[in-house]
């Protein structure tokens, strides 16, 4: 059974870089079939989805958060990683990650709160 | 890109049915598969739908979805309600370098 963990600190001060990976276990990162994408959920808000990636690289943004986002893969580790750059407390949210533009497996999603 | 509207909330009583909508702005709601997700307090959403209308393994069979290009919207319908069904239920859709997802519907079973 496929499972994605996130990872990353749950506290990051405000114009700092925040940083999350994203660990893939029962299944290779490498699949050609898919790609592997992050979405977050805002306290008490809807889904908003970051970006994704393939196991080439390719990335995909989302256009409104394009300027600050970078995701990035490790096939060797079987993981792939997201950096949100220049945060504000709008940021703050839950931190998902999930494979394919399907969104057919999630992870547990982790909590990152944006504050001095 | 295109937004993906639900309505804010639905609610019916248990044993009935109810349809979520979710309507595309621009661009045809044929265009691209949507998926439906579950989402419980403090949990990951899961599917209850994708491609449209194709039900996961272990959904059961009271949910079902659809499109209408009429309206272009599709739409995720829960038959025989239980209470186990109030949740939160997202639809998306995605294209070739774009996923977007509609802003939610919270169905409660009273």
């Known amino acids: 059974q496929l499972q994605l963990q996130e990872s990353g600190p749950g506290l990051v001060k405000p114009s700092e870089t925040l940083s999350l990976t994203c660990t893939v276990s029962g299944g290779s990162i490498s699949s050609r079939s898919h790609s592997w994408g992050w979405i977050r959920q805002s306290p008490g808000k809807g889904l908003e989805w970051i970006g994704s990636i393939y196991y080439s690289g390719s990335t995909y943004y989302n256009p409104s958060l394009k300027s600050r986002v970078t995701i990035s893969i490790d096939t060797s580790k079987n993981q792939f990683s997201l950096r949100l750059s220049s945060v504000t407390a709008a940021d703050t949210a839950v931190y998902y990650c999930?494979?394919?533009?399907?969104?057919?497996?999630w992870g547990q999603g982790t909590l990152v709160t944006v504050s001095s | 890109n295109f937004m993906l509207t639900q309505p804010h909330s639905v609610s019916e009583s248990p044993g009935k049915t109810v349809t979520i909508s979710c309507t595309r702005s621009?661009?045809?709601?044929?265009?691209?598969?949507v998926q439906w997700y579950q989402q419980r307090p403090g949990s990951s959403p899961t599917t209850v739908m994708y491609e449209d209308k194709q039900r996961p393994s272990g959904v059961p069979d009271r949910f079902s979805g659809s499109i209408d290009s009429s309206s272009n919207s599709a739409s995720l319908t829960v038959s025989g309600l239980k209470t186990e069904d109030e949740a939160d239920y997202y639809c998306?859709?995605?294209?070739?370098?774009?996923?977007?997802f509609g802003g939610g519907t919270k169905l409660t079973v009273l």
């Open positions: 621009s661009g045809s709601i044929a265009s691209n598969y």
């Open positions: 998306q859709s995605y294209d070739t370098s774009n996923v977007v």
């Open positions: 999930a494979r394919g533009f399907r969104c057919d497996y």
